[in-house]
Every structure is written in C-alpha cells, then in structure tokens.
C-alpha cells in the first residue's frame, strides 16, 4: 500500500477541510491510503502547549510519520504571508531525517487558506516548498489543464490549493476540486516512484 502523508495545521478549521479534500482525492486512487497528522500549538516561547493527544481531529504528526510516508501534502494557514509558527517549528525538528534523505525522491505539494484575497496565498504556498526542496522531494503542483484553476473567483493557484476563507466558511466547488486535484496527483506519483523503486 502507498501512503501519502497530510501534515497540516488548522486553527479555526479551514485548512483542515482542505486536508479532508485532500485526502479525498488521494484515496480515489486504488492501493494508496491517506493518513492525516496535524501538529500542536506552541508558546510564544515555540514550547509545545498542547497535550500528547489531540482532543479532536487528526493526531499530531511524528517525525516517522514522515520518515515512512511516500509522499507529502503540507498544509497551514497564512499568517503574514508565511505558513503558521506551529507548522514551522515541526518542520525545524526534521533535521535527523534530513541528513540521511529519507524524504529524497518522494512527492509533496503544499496548500493554504487565507482570511484575504491578497493576504498571501501564493508566498504562503512557496515558503512552505523551501524546507521540502532542502529534504530532496519533487514539488508537485497544479497543472493548467484543471479547469477549476481557471474557473475559480475565490482560491486556487498553481503553486497548490488554496482558500479565500474570508468569503465563506465553506470551500468552493473550485476550491474543492483543486484539492481533490492534488491529492490524486501526488498519489499517482507516489504510487509510480514506489513501483520503479
């Protein structure tokens, strides 16, 4: 079975309807399996506020659910045109994998959501590709023939899905589609590099 990993972080809840979209499309792919981890709050001194076990929502990542997943989809809100804190502080403890690669040659895309049209969803989604490009994964993104790339007024890029959460408290059709998009991309992928391997 191929696993595709979805690590995001979600405080009121947008970026996590995305990762269920995600996941959506993923497991619409025979043979591949998608497992949610999201990842704690933290201090304004980067501690880990929270409890071991979430009390809602997906558990919180480990550092071998990315060590033993065959590919990648990283999600956070935007704050400032940056992913969240709690996100960035996960990903700068993946230094003992990092050394050996343990993520080298996998899959990986990135999405978002944003409480503005301008607020940042492009920046977001390329700050978030940087610590992946580091550990050697092959960035996927959203090609020009998804048609609901074209056809979306509220989120989406290429650079990877992303939502306008000011608008509504729901995801677009478009905003959907392009979710689901992504997850069968990065399946796909995963499932072809795990067989040529």
């Not at 399996?33 to 506020?49: K, N, W």
């Not at 503005?116 to 580091?134: A, D, V």
Request: glycine content about 10%; overall charge negative.
């Amino acid at each position: 079975m191929t696993n595709i990993l979805i690590l995001y972080y979600s405080r009121d809840g947008d970026t996590e309807k995305m990762a269920n979209q995600i996941a959506r499309g993923i497991e619409s792919i025979e043979g591949v399996d998608a497992t949610l981890r999201t990842v704690p709050e933290i201090s304004t001194v980067c501690e880990q506020t929270e409890n071991t076990i979430p009390d809602k929502g997906a558990p919180y990542a480990t550092i071998q659910d990315l060590k033993t997943c065959d590919g990648l989809a990283l999600g956070s809100p935007t704050h400032f045109g940056n992913m969240a804190g709690a996100l960035k502080h996960f990903i700068d403890k993946t230094t003992e994998i990092w050394l050996p690669g343990a993520l080298s040659g996998k899959p990986a895309g990135v999405f978002t959501s944003t409480g503005g049209m301008h607020s940042g969803h492009e920046s977001t989604l390329l700050s978030m590709m940087l610590p992946l490009m580091h550990h050697g994964m092959l960035i996927m993104s959203i090609p020009c023939n998804e048609i609901s790339l074209k056809e979306t007024s509220t989120g989406g890029t290429p650079y990877g899905p992303s939502h306008f959460s000011s608008s509504t408290s729901s995801l677009s059709a478009e905003e959907k589609q392009i979710c689901v998009s992504l997850g069968k991309r990065l399946a796909k992928t995963a499932q072809a590099l795990k067989q040529i391997s």
